[in-house]
């Protein structure tokens, strides 16, 4: 059984510390991992210090691999997957060369809606007890749902216009191709299979925070749109939050008194989601090595076992 863990929250929190780290544990700890980002900034292969391109395993960790997907990347995998079927739906109707192919696949919305297929089929290899899915801040991440809501819609009108101008379009048709309406019901098919992956119990979210106000406030966005959603959340995690120490209270005390309203507000939001939250303490490091990953993972890890 494959497992993913989507890693939530504003730009900055942390989120691909927290998701290397998840990862990383969990593959120390026996468990099949691939590290997935669909951030189009990707940092995971410098904190791994991994070269190359597509998916590579870590050198010298057997269970954990990791996958920058690049733009570039989707969008040819778009082409192999979808390419050939929507030059066949267009050149039924329209003397068009394959050049097509490559106009729609830069399309604006394309890489980003066919992110979530590519994270589908990999789900659907079974090949990993988890994939740690480290989204990119909070908007563009939310973009990939919204986006993909908005393909399933368009696909649906889609679908009834044809119906309305099939006469029409039977007449234009240039050769037997297989039918644009099969086609765009099978889209649709798999725009459906993916939103019951993203609400079923394979896939779960972990939401990231800081203490402070601003991103408490995206936290709570968050929460809604993934409930909106039916995607199950399963924590929240504050992360680098600050020593209460006398030191600190003396040169940081406005930090420390928002940090322990927010603190308050975290838990709050835990308990209305009957979930746990787990703190990570702002940590003293340069270099993010194996026994930061390790300290930071084990604090994460009972929340996907
Ligand atoms: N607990 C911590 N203590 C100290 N520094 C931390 C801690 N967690 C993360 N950092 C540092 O904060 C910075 C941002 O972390 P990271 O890149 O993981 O955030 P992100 O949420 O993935 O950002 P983005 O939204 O840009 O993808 C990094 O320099 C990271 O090393
Ligand atoms: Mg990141």
């Known amino acids: 059984m494959t497992r993913i863990i989507g890693i939530w929250g504003k730009g900055g929190v942390g989120k691909s510390t927290c998701a290397s780290s998840l990862a990383y544990y969990l593959s120390r700890d026996g468990y099949r991992v691939l590290l997935l980002t669909t951030d189009f900034v990707p940092t995971i292969s410098r904190i791994f210090r991994v070269h190359g391109k597509g998916l ?29 079927e929507v030059y066949q739906v267009i050149s039924s109707f329209l003397p068009i060369d394959r050049e097509i192919i490559d106009y729609i696949a830069g399309a604006p919305g394309i890489a980003d809606e066919f992110m979530l297929y590519v994270l589908y089929e990999l789900y659907r290899k079974k090949k990993y007890d988890y994939i740690i899915w480290d989204l990119p801040a909070a908007g563009d991440a939310l973009k990939l749902l919204w986006i993909e809501r908005e393909f399933y819609t368009h696909l649906g009108e889609a679908a009834k216009m044809y119906l309305k101008l099939k006469g029409f379009l039977q007449k ?47 936290t709570r966005k968050i929460i809604n749109e ?24 003396k040169l940081f005390n406005e930090r420390l008194k928002m940090q322990e309203m927010n603190l308050s507000k975290i838990k ?17 490091f340069r270099e993010l090595g194996t026994n930061v990953l390790e300290m930071i993972g084990r604090e994460i890890a009972p929340f996907v076992y």
């Open 56 to 84: 590579v395993n870590v050198p010298g960790n057997a269970n954990l691999f990791i996958y920058e997907l690049s733009p570039d990347e989707v969008i040819d995998l778009w082409k192999q997957r979808f390419g050939d």
């Open 268 to 284: 709050e939001m835990a308990s209305k989601l009957s979930k746990d939250y787990r703190i990570i303490p702002l940590l003293n």
């Open 172 to 218: 234009l048709k240039r050769n037997s191709s297989k039918s644009p309406l099969d086609l765009i019901n099978e889209w649709r098919e798999l725009a459906d299979h993916i939103f019951t992956l993203l609400k079923s119990n394979d896939h779960r979210a972990l939401v990231i925070t800081t203490p402070d106000d601003l991103s408490v406030e995206v």
């Open 226 to 249: 993934l409930e909106s959603f039916d995607i199950s959340i399963d924590g929240l995690i504050v992360n680098m939050v600050w020593p209460d120490s006398s030191e600190v209270a």
